[in-house]
């Protein structure tokens, strides 16, 4: 696969705006294509409002942001772009038309992506040039701040094409997971539709309005959710013995159920009680302004799970530990070549971590605030740790390199 500085972006909706958002804020230039001329603001729009949430998730120092560009001409999209993700509504038919087209205008080594949420890869490339490079890549929103991606290989899939992907994927900051066989709905949306199946059952029959039922998810399950999955939560619930003692004690209700497999038929009336309940929950709050607020708790969310090294933050922390070995070698490389210059290096501290003060750290004085000045410091401690243990696990003294300090930002 060829390295990416293009990302191809086919349909610039509610997904395709989340992919831009992060490929862009990871310097990685962004060329959007949708038939609709009007969703080129929508994009920009997208993008903006992504931003305020993104450049809080980490104070690593990043590349400098991609460019974004939009058409109306996907073949010429699919012309300039070294990977596509494709982002168009969910039928299958639309999907397999679009993608044998643009196959046709990709150069056979541009892997092609399909951001599904359920449909089956093998269904999507039958029609494909060079089908060994397609592959399915479901994100979930927003795009720009959930980790996951699913990958998912159809049978004339390249092995390559799958770990090409996740190489990149990895590099936006993502955590690819591989998908060992392709399934209508993938894992997560399976996972999502039994759950979303028992409460539409449960709102038909007055058990629990909407609200209720997200409580009953919010105060309780779902804070768990963020660090351990069900399986491993159900292995502590089951005490010293684990799992084993969880499936004799509640396995004997599975025969029961207490769920249903079929979904409820989704008449007026329900989709009524549904819409009523939600509108309920929102309190007069606009889809904007909700969006703000989850963003905000999934940002600090990631920050807490980083400390902790689990989950979404372990995710975030190998991305950091990767941007400040990178910032601190490109530092190290400029230090180096000063002092074949002839500058007078020696003595001198090396300055391996540079970090951009950005507008909303300084206070009304035009000073950076003295907590960020704590957290930039902070972080600075952070590729001197890697440093050194990648130095101890070579059985070699830390490098002088190693004692580094933060770039003091200006006040
Ligand atoms: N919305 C979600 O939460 C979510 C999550 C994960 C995956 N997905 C998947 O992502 C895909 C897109 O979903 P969305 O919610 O962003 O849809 P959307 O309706 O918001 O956006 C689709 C865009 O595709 C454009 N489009 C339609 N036909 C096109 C064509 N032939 N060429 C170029 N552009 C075209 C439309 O103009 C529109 O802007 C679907 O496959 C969906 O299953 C959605």
Redesign the pocket.
């Given at each position: 696969m060829r390295r990416v500085r293009t990302l191809g972006l086919?349909?610039?909706?509610?997904?395709?705006?989340?992919w831009a958002a992060r490929a862009l804020h990871f310097g990685i230039d962004v060329v959007a294509?949708?038939?609709?001329p009007e969703?080129e603001d929508?994009i920009r729009g997208a993008v903006a409002n992504a931003e305020g949430a993104l450049s809080r998730l980490t104070l690593a120092p990043l590349p400098p942001k991609g460019k974004l560009s939009f058409t109306t001409d996907?073949n010429a999209m699919a012309r300039q772009a070294d990977f596509i993700q494709?982002?168009?509504?969910?039928q299958l038919q639309?999907?397999q038309?679009?993608l044998a087209d643009m196959s046709r205008h990709a150069p056979p080594d541009v892997v092609i992506a399909?951001?599904?949420?359920?449909?089956r890869p093998s269904d999507l490339q039958l029609g494909m040039a060079a089908p060994e490079r397609f592959l399915v890549a479901?994100?979930?929103?927003p795009?720009y701040l959930l980790p996951l991606v699913e990958l998912v290989g159809g049978r004339q899939t390249a092995a390559a094409t799958l770990d090409g992907a996740a190489r990149f994927f990895t590099y936006i900051g993502m955590h690819p997971l591989k998908v060992r066989r392709e399934v209508p709905g993938h894992l997560t949306?399976r996972l999502q539709e039994a759950l979303w199946r028992e409460i539409l059952h449960m709102v038909n029959e007055d058990v629990a309005t909407t609200g209720e039922l997200d409580d009953s998810i919010v105060y309780g399950p779902g804070l768990r959710w963020a660090g351990m999955g069900t399986n491993l939560i159900y292995h502590l619930a089951g005490g010293e013995t684990g799992m084993r003692h969880m499936l004799r004690q509640f396995g004997p209700a599975l025969k029961w159920p207490w769920t249903r497999l079929e979904a409820p038929e989704l008449t007026e009336e329900l989709i009524d009680k549904m819409v009523a309940g939600t509108h309920a929950q929102a309190a007069g709050r606009s889809i904007r302004e909700l969006e703000r607020l989850r963003d905000d708790y999934l940002v600090a969310i990631q920050q807490v799970l980083r400390e902790y090294n689990i989950g979404a933050g372990a995710t975030l922390r190998s991305l950091e530990e990767r941007l400040y070995e990178e910032s601190a070698t490109a530092a190290r490389e400029r230090v180096r070549a000063a002092a074949d210059a002839g500058a007078p290096a020696a003595g001198e501290p090396l300055r391996l971590l540079e970090i951009a003060v950005r507008p909303e750290w300084v206070d009304y004085n035009g000073h950076m605030t003295d907590s960020r000045y704590l957290q930039v410091f902070g972080d600075a401690a952070r590729p001197r740790a890697a440093v050194r243990d990648d130095a101890r696990a070579r059985g070699r003294r830390p490098a002088r390199a190693a004692r580094s300090r933060a770039a003091s930002p200006a006040r």
């Open positions: 086919l349909g610039t909706g509610v997904i395709g705006g989340g294509a949708d038939l609709r969703m929508w996907p494709e982002n168009i509504p969910e639309l999907k038309r679009v399909s951001s599904t949420s359920g449909l479901h994100p979930f929103n795009v949306d």
